[in-house]
């Protein structure tokens, strides 16, 4: 260090990027190493079997599960899987918002 001999232990190391709680990791993914959920806190949300970042949790709810998207409610088992803020609508999962309307008259319908 600098030219000089020093002892290891007076090196500061750099901080892991990620804050698991009471430790930290370099991703989410490796705040687990292998103890489950609880060692998955932190800047990180344990989710579907798997320790994520909190800002990549996924935003839509899909009934049973959540997803970043109604488009991947689904994970290729069909309507079944769409639930939640979105609805099955010509062979595909959409927000609930963006169903289209036809006007009956006095009323709409989906």
Do not use: Y
Request: net charge negative; glycine share 10%.
């Amino acid at each position: 260090h600098d030219g000089q001999c020093i002892d290891a232990k007076s090196v500061p190391t750099p901080e892991l990027p990620v804050n698991c709680g009471q430790h930290r990791a370099e991703t989410c993914f490796a705040c687990a190493e292998g103890h489950g959920e609880l060692w998955c806190n932190g800047d990180c949300m344990w989710l579907d079997g798997q320790c994520i970042a909190k800002e990549a949790s996924p935003s839509v709810d899909c009934g049973q599960h959540k997803a970043d998207s109604c488009a991947s409610c689904t994970q290729g088992h069909g309507p079944e899987w769409c639930n939640g803020d979105c609805v099955w609508h010509a062979g595909e999962c959409i927000d609930k918002s963006d169903r289209p309307t036809v006007s009956c008259g006095a009323h709409t319908a989906t």
